[in-house]
């Protein structure tokens, strides 16, 4: 992992895929990143998180206050979360917000579900950055955090991401999971402005770069 940013309230985080952000509730003693950096750092408060699965930025607080403020941003959409995805086809539209209710934690996989009747409202802004060879890179500007809430959303609109077969994306040697990574973070913390901005991991420009070239 990459630290980006440390004080006395902050701790601005790179995370790599393959580490979950907290341990999960059925695996209490995994390794996961707020396990790793408080070995350095102590007490961390988590403000957000990012599927195991997804790379890039996590924001932590370093006391309760810090905690509470960056909660309250949050909630109130008030941080502006920018991710790119390579997705399997190549939309028609340029841009397009999805507004999919959202249902989480079903099945023995875990997965989200759209649910009309008791899902929670979501709204995830994507946009078309390039159309490549039959796949497109997109960006994502989640309004809300619902877990999996873009990779469900991309799903839904015809387009999942790449290497996400727990939502029917074909099977590809391309990436070995699914092609999202949490690029860019702007939040304002007590009068000051953060603007925070990740290049792709290895194995997401790497798979950019082969359908780039026709693989």
């Known amino acids: ?54 790379s890039g930025l996590v924001i932590f607080a370093r006391n309760p206050e810090a905690h509470r403020l960056l909660s309250m941003q949050f909630e109130r959409h008030e941080t502006y979360k920018l991710y790119h995805a390579i997705v399997f086809g190549t ?12 249902r989480l934690n079903v099945g023995h996989s875990h997965r989200t579900v759209i649910d009309h009747a008791k899902g929670k409202p979501s709204e995830t802004v994507f946009h078309v950055l390039d159309r490549l060879n039959g796949y497109a890179l997109l960006s994502a500007s989640p ?5 999996h809430q873009v990779r469900v959303h991309a799903f839904a609109l015809g ?24 690029q860019s973070l702007e939040f304002i913390f007590k009068g000051r ?18 359908i780039r070239a026709g693989y």
């Open 91 to 102: 939309p028609a539209w340029t841009d397009h917000t999805a507004r999919h209710p959202l």
């Open 143 to 147: 309004a809300t955090g619902r877990t």
């Open 193 to 210: 402005s953060f603007d925070f901005t990740v290049p792709y991991p290895a194995d997401f420009a790497q798979a950019l770069q082969k």
């Open 159 to 182: 387009y999942p991401l790449l290497g996400d077969t727990l939502y029917s994306a074909p099977a590809t040697e391309l990436i070995n999971r699914p092609a999202l990574h949490a």
């Open 1 to 54: 992992m990459e630290v980006l940013f440390s004080d006395e309230n902050l701790l601005i985080v790179n995370k790599p895929s393959g580490l979950a952000t907290i341990p999960g509730s059925w695996e209490k003693e995994s390794i996961s990143l707020v396990n790793l950096l408080e070995k350095d750092y102590g007490r961390l408060w988590v403000v957000h998180r990012l599927d195991k699965v997804t």
